[in-house]
């Protein structure tokens, strides 16, 4: 697909299979950040000053862990784990 010019999304679940199914024992897995949270387009656009990015992380870190990746948002996410 990827040679087609075509990307795979793959939902935290599905990651979390394929790396089970190769044997790896999951430690963790948390997510870095979203793709469309509401301060990533203000963030690109210089309206959140840089001294703030910090905050504007532990709030989407907040509410990502009560609201998980929504399903048309994407996340980039951290797997911990052990072969």
Do not use: N
């Amino acid at each position: 697909m990827a040679e087609q010019g075509l990307k795979l999304h793959r939902s935290r679940q599905e990651w979390l299979a394929l790396l089970r199914s190769a044997g790896f024992t999951i430690d963790r897995s948390s997510i870095l950040r979203h793709g469309r949270f509401p301060s990533t387009p203000l963030i690109a656009a210089g309206l959140i000053p840089r001294w703030a990015w910090p905050c504007a992380r532990l709030l989407e870190i907040r509410i990502a862990s009560v609201t998980g990746v929504l399903p048309w948002d994407y996340a980039e996410v951290l797997f911990e784990a052990r072969a």
